[in-house]
T-cell receptor
């Protein structure tokens, strides 16, 4: 099993550009999450999904959109990137009955210039 | 207001020098406390779940304990491979299935 994979691993964007980060999991987990991690701020939840076709806002959702069209995939979109969105983005997934035992992907390092 | 506070921010130990990391929380009605380990350049990895005061969990050189106000991660006779950032987390008050993480303690164990 590959676990949780994220694409791409690195990306550089210019202010105003858009992009989509892809997260895939092969553990048949119901729940999926997107976090960002910044120095001094720790991990912060952006959006999450408790099932196919459903999404919800986390702690820092502004400037991001998500979609969960398939159970195994969770997409994070930036419509108009800003320098404040420079960060490392982590995707995670979990079972419905153990939502706090989350399996994380390797991360995507995004730089917005 | 931060719900989860970890201390110290960084800790340097010599191999074999035992110590403890602290995680204090301010949520009312704790519904679990969770420890993760994060290696540089990687995503966090789940370690322990603690649900009630007095509960303890162990894994190799790590032991996690929980009181009504805080949790400790005790590291006994650490080795260099224990070097990592240790994160604790509690369920968010606005969404039980989601977590609020502390900022972590960066542990460096020197040989």
């Amino acid at each position: 099993n590959a676990g949780v994979t994220q694409t791409p691993k690195f990306r550089v964007l210019k202010t105003g550009q858009s992009m989509t980060l892809l997260c895939a999991q092969d553990m048949n987990h119901e729940y999926m999450y997107w976090y960002r991690q910044d120095p001094g701020m720790g991990l912060r939840l952006i959006h999450y999904s408790v099932g196919e076709g459903t999404t919800a806002k986390g702690e820092v959702p502004d400037g991001y959109n998500v979609s969960r069209l398939k159970k195994q995939n969770f997409l994070l979109g930036l419509e108009s990137a800003a320098p404040s969105q420079t960060s490392v983005y982590f995707c995670a997934s979990s079972r419905r009955d153990r939502p706090h035992e989350q399996y994380f992907g390797p991360g995507t390092r995004l730089t917005v210039t | 207001e931060d719900q989860v506070t970890q201390s110290p921010e960084a800790l340097r130990l010599q191999e074999g020098e035992s110590s403890s990391l602290n995680c204090s929380y301010t949520v009312s009605g704790l519904r679990g406390l969770f420890w993760y380990r994060q290696d540089p350049g990687k995503g966090p990895e789940f370690l322990f779940t603690l649900y009630s005061a007095g509960e303890e969990k162990e894994k190799e050189r790590l032991k996690a304990t929980l009181t009504k106000k805080e949790s400790f991660l005790h590291i006994t006779a650490p080795k260099p491979e224990d070097s990592a950032t240790y994160l604790c987390a509690v369920p968010r008050e606005s969404g039980y299935s989601t977590l609020t993480f502390g900022k972590g303690t960066m542990l460096l164990v020197s040989p």
